[in-house]
């Protein structure tokens, strides 16, 4: 089943909540391209597509930390650049099981991951800026 973005799920600013909805939706893509697996193209753009989103993402967020004056932020980072190498990891294994025609056929495994590699950070470590970010208006710094 699609995973959907809840309000339960807000940090409290809407230029990070509308990257978050933006990257729940990429990584439903990503599912939808598992379920036809055979269509190598599609699975690994749509990996592509998340890993791109991310990445910039995490750029917008880190910015918006340092103008908060975020105490976390070199913890954060960290755990955003591991993101993306668990990500980068993944896909080049993908990548190779396609090269050697040995797919493990472990999709589940990867739903999985993706899950917890998505919702874990924006549930306990995004989330852990909500109360710094509730001392800006909402659409900081669009103001
Ligand atoms: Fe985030
Ligand atoms: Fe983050």
Known sequence: MALIWRRGMSVGNETIDHDHRYL???LNTVELALQKPEN???LLTSLSQLYNYAYEHFIREESIQKKIKYPNIKEHRKEHQ???EELLDLKNKIKNEYD???ISKNYDEIVKFLRHWLIDHVLNTDMAMKKYLEKY???FPNQ
């Open 24 to 26: 729940v939706c990429y």
């Open 82 to 84: 591991q993101l993306l």
């Open 100 to 102: 050697n025609e040995h």
């Open 40 to 42: 190598e193209e599609v």
């Open 137 to 139: 208006p909402k659409n």
